[in-house]
């Protein structure tokens, strides 16, 4: 989305919050997948990424603009999630009964599975991302945090700044320093 219609859906959102449904519509799959991919379990991902939209939702009225686009702020959240269960190696989001009722329809028990199926079919078929991955999770946060935004999400060093709350500076030299150190995982691995 462009700056503009960031701004546009933003009013439109805090004039009527069920508008944040167009939030959840553009932006579910990526986030998604950015946290399947940290996590590598699809379980684990759809509770990190409810709990993401959850908190979203109940917050997007505090939610000022500041040149951080919705992406940007979503991508953040989910980050905050993704760092919150691995530092305490469980998650227990909040209850979705905190989900207000006219939202409850959000969830589709029959493209979940459907969905499940895919995602699990495509990750048995990537064995070097399996590999990556497996490397990447040994790695500190910080380092794991920028790879995988950068080369999973294809965002740009500004948009991993905005997401990250770090200089562009910092993010290269963290992006430099992670690569080197899983490079150097994978090659001793050979």
């Known amino acids: 989305m462009s700056t503009g219609e960031d701004l546009e859906l933003l009013r ?7 508008q944040f449904a167009k939030v959840y519509d553009e932006y579910y799959k990526p986030i998604f997948g950015y946290v399947f ?18 908190k979203a939702f109940l917050n ?24 919150m269960y691995f530092r305490k190696n469980r998650y227990a989001p909040l209850y979705l009964s905190q989900l207000p009722e006219q939202r409850a329809d959000l ?11 895919e995602v699990e079919r495509q990750l048995r078929e990537s064995e070097d991302f399996v590999i990556v991955q497996k490397n990447l999770s040994n790695l500190s946060m910080k380092y794991q945090e920028v790879i995988a935004l950068r080369f999973f999400e294809d965002k740009s060093i500004k948009e991993i700044s ?11 030299s963290l992006l430099s320093r992670g690569i080197e150190k ?6 001793d691995k050979k």
């Open 12 to 18: 439109q959102i805090h004039a009527d919050k069920n």
């Open 37 to 54: 991919r940290r996590v590598s379990d699809y379980d684990l991902a759809r509770d990190i990424t409810s709990e993401c939209f959850l």
């Open 60 to 83: 997007v009225h505090k939610y000022r603009w500041k040149g951080l686009s919705i992406s940007s702020w979503l991508y953040r959240i989910a980050t905050n999630e993704i760092n």
């Open 107 to 117: 969830i589709d028990p029959v493209s979940t599975s459907a969905e499940k199926a």
């Open 162 to 172: 905005e997401v990250l709350d770090k200089k562009e500076g910092t993010i290269k």
């Open 182 to 187: 899983l490079r150097t995982a994978l090659t």
